[in-house]
């Protein structure tokens, strides 16, 4: 047995099942190569393990009974959520439907729910002055997205012998626009049809193509792109216009800002009950070092 929280032994297979979240986890993002962190990650395993347990036990003592009413409308809510009742208990990993289990882990959901709502009363109603001081020190979460306009001068593959073709038309395209020709009047010339836009107008990332995003918000207000390829065929562009991100008004997300401040607010009364709890815990790790990397 690797961990013992005031008398509660937690299962070495919990321990190892957490540590494989966490390290995946890890791992998608990071790119973390095998073992390199692995006393880190079964560290914050661990962690994680003794702080649900100290939250569990601190919600039992605090709430030793829940009713049945509450346990069944958390229930309730949690198979809503989740799209009904058998996408709940297939969320949930369980193959058979065991609603005694499942009706005592949503109890210490509920007892956890009480002892927060005890511990974050009374919330605070933010001022003016403190609701622009969590505005200024998170502007970076109110800014308005980057928006650039753009045309272009495109030929598909229709009709054409080959690629090649198209390909060094359009770099012979780009050489005229380099050299100065107007973007317009050349777009014009070549254009395959009256629905065929040149003008795209004003777009923010994610709403065009990737291909062709990745090359225009790279580039500089009136700057010719190098020919590239998408699904549509061959382009050229140009940037046309360009709207910088910018801070929204503060009167805008003021809504916003107050959930900020509250969640802060919860954020620090939890962390504090963590550490207070923490501080009176008896752990015991009776293997601090973890499993070796051929385990």
Not at 75 to 86: C, F, H, Q, S, Y
Not at 145 to 171: C, D, P, V, W
Request: hydrophobic residues 35%; contains cysteine.
């Amino acid at each position: 047995m690797a961990l013992i929280i005031n008398g509660e032994h937690i299962d070495d297979e919990i321990i190892e099942a957490e540590f494989r979240h966490i390290k995946s986890h890890y791992e998608r993002t990071l790119q973390v190569a095998c073992c390199e962190r692995d006393p880190e990650f079964r560290g914050i395993a661990k962690d994680n393990l003794t702080s649900r347990a100290l939250l569990g036990q601190e919600s039992r003592r605090r709430h030793p009974e829940v009713s049945e009413e509450d346990i069944t409308a958390r229930l309730t809510k949690l198979m809503d959520e989740a799209g009904g009742e058998t996408q709940f208990y297939m969320n949930i990993g369980m193959q058979v439907k065991d609603e005694a289990l499942v009706r005592e882990n949503v109890a210490g959901g509920v007892r956890l729910d009480k002892t927060l709502q005890e511990i974050y009363a009374p919330e605070p109603e933010p001022t003016e002055a403190e609701l622009r001081a969590c505005y200024e020190a998170n502007l970076k979460h109110y800014m308005t997205e980057e928006e650039i306009q753009a045309s272009h001068i495109t030929k598909g593959l229709s009709g054409a012998t080959s690629r090649q073709e198209i390909y060094q038309a359009m770099r012979d395209v780009r050489s005229e626009l380099l050299a100065g020709a107007d973007f317009a009047k050349l777009a014009e010339e070549h254009r395959s049809g009256e629905q065929q836009q040149i003008d795209l107008g004003w777009f923010k990332r994610g709403e065009f193509m990737e291909e062709f995003e990745t090359i225009a918000f790279s580039m500089g207000e009136g700057e010719i792109s190098p020919v590239f390829n998408t699904q549509l065929g061959f382009h050229v562009c140009t940037v046309t216009g360009r709207r910088p991100s910018v801070a929204r008004p503060f009167d805008e997300v003021k809504a916003d800002v107050r959930n900020r401040f509250l969640e802060e607010y919860r954020d620090k009364k939890f962390n504090a009950l963590l550490e207070e709890l923490k501080a009176t815990a008896k752990v015991e790790d009776t293997n601090p070092e973890g499993e070796s990397c051929g385990h």
